[in-house]
């Protein structure tokens, strides 16, 4: 966007960035350096793209997520490939991040505290199909972290090797975790990590989960959780550290149609 004086037309400026107008949803594109095993993407990766068409893909999802005021609606498409973490604030709320039906992998990897997919503040964000590891060196290095978030959605995501929680919903409402595979996280780690940590929760569902092989507990619902309801879920106990299943604190957690191991 150019902005100049009509009596001066030295008197003018230009924007830094990207600049979009539109009023229906947005597809944006990411990719690795590679085309290889590419389901969305017809070129490689480049954050120098406007990432908004399969031949133009950028090449980090942070990428998007700085150049671009994302709106309700929007779509993140990320492809087959490996990526750094990426942080959403309030002003991202509504987008969903996809990646490929497979069989090759999005895998978003880093060594950060808190989330590699770190979430907060937002609302109607929706993560899905996405291979999650944080290789941060405690028990805060979490895989998928919602703080302070409302009717957020995480499926069909894969959360390993986190040395933290692998998904920690933490002062957060309405959302649902479901057909995740989370698994050989909270290892090594000093204080509290389960596989599924549930922190100031209010009325989440988690639902046809596999949980196993993790450090901690499989799913801990803490005290100060509301309504959560578990369905069909499977998990293994297998932490050293918390050798259980399944940690109910919250009042009322409803169970049904489980099978724990």
Same mark, same amino acid.
């Given at each position: 966007l150019r902005v100049s004086h009509v009596g001066d037309p030295t008197v003018q400026d230009q924007s830094e960035f990207n600049f979009l107008l539109? +009023? %229906?949803r947005v597809y944006y594109y990411v990719n690795d350096g590679s085309t +290889? @095993?590419?389901?969305?993407?017809?070129a490689p990766g480049n954050d120098g793209n406007d990432g908004l068409s399969p031949d133009r893909p950028k090449r980090q999802v942070q990428a998007v997520v700085d150049a671009y005021d994302l709106e309700p609606g929007d779509v993140i498409w990320v492809d087959v490939g490996t990526y750094g973490g990426v942080v959403l604030g309030a002003s991202d709320s509504g987008v969903r991040f996809v990646g490929p039906a497979g069989p090759g992998v999005a895998l978003i990897d880093a060594s950060v505290q808190y989330g590699v997919m770190q979430l907060s503040g937002v609302w109607d964000v929706s993560v899905e199909g996405l291979f999650v590891r944080n290789r941060y060196g405690s028990n805060q290095g979490y895989g998928v972290y919602l703080n302070n978030c409302d009717r957020c959605r995480v499926d069909g995501v894969v959360?390993?090797?986190?040395?933290? #929680? @692998?998904?920690y919903a933490n002062n957060s409402r %309405? &959302?649902?975790?479901?057909?995740?595979?989370?698994?050989? +996280? @909270?290892?090594?780690s000093s &204080? =509290? #990590?389960?596989?599924?940590?549930?922190n100031d929760a209010q009325r989440w569902g988690v639902a046809n989960n596999t949980v196993y092989g993790? &450090?901690?507990? &499989?799913?801990?619902? +803490?005290?100060?959780?509301e309504d959560v309801t578990l369905r069909n879920n499977i998990v293994w106990a297998t932490g050293g550290n918390s050798p259980y299943g399944l940690w109910l604190n919250g009042s009322p957690? =409803?169970?049904s149609s489980r099978s724990w191991a």
């Open positions: 539109h +009023n %229906d +290889n @095993g590419d389901y969305y993407c017809t959360v390993f090797s986190c040395l933290g #929680a @692998g998904v %309405d &959302g649902e975790l479901e057909h995740n595979l989370v698994y050989l +996280n @909270g290892w090594q &204080g =509290r #990590a389960p596989g599924i940590y549930l993790n &450090g901690w507990e &499989g799913v801990f619902i +803490n005290s100060n959780c957690v =409803r169970v």
